[in-house]
């Protein structure tokens, strides 16, 4: 249940989606971005049916942090550079998603409730995406087509 709910979280950071935004109308999940983020008054929030997402930018980096509807952290997530990938993935990547014939588009990393990480590269080929999920020990997972 949480590789299919990551997954799915995945396919919200790389597809379009839409959100209405408001303010913070849960005092749990605001409680929390102000202790994980002090120094920031900048916090964006938006709201969907199964989560609230807040978008913080601080020092040069986003992140956006997950909660449910009541307020319990689900996941963060930011970008991150491609050459910081386990040793593993990266020559699994090269050798079977090499460039020019794929390109890459995001690398994102997200990290659970339970420490648990997880990165997601989206590459493009021919214009067609591939989204891969890659687990803290390399092993690279095809997840396309989950979107």
């Known amino acids: 249940m949480k590789k299919l709910f990551f997954a799915a979280l995945v396919t919200?950071?790389?597809s379009t989606y839409s959100f209405a935004s408001n303010?913070?109308?849960?005092?749990?999940?605001f409680k929390e971005m102000n202790k994980l983020?002090?120094?920031?008054t900048l916090v964006n929030w938006k709201y969907a049916d199964n989560f609230q997402k807040a978008s913080v930018a601080l020092n040069g980096q986003n992140t956006e942090y997950f909660y449910t509807p009541e307020?319990?952290?689900l996941a963060s997530s930011k970008s991150f550079?491609?050459?910081k990938l386990p040793k593993a993935a990266?020559?699994?990547?090269?050798?079977?998603?090499?460039y020019p014939t794929y390109s890459l588009l995001e690398c994102i990393v997200i990290v659970n409730a339970d420490q648990e990480i997880n990165y997601y590269v989206?590459?493009?080929k021919a214009g067609k995406k591939t989204i891969l999920q890659i687990n803290e020990t390399g092993t690279v997972s095809n997840i396309s087509g989950l979107h």
Request: proline share 3%; aromatic share 12%.
């Open 12 to 14: 919200l950071f790389i």
């Open 71 to 73: 307020g319990d952290f």
């Open 37 to 40: 983020n002090k120094g920031t």
């Open 23 to 29: 303010a913070p109308d849960n005092v749990r999940s």
């Open 81 to 83: 550079d491609f050459d």
């Open 122 to 124: 989206s590459m493009e």
């Open 90 to 98: 990266l020559k699994t990547l090269t050798g079977n998603y090499a």
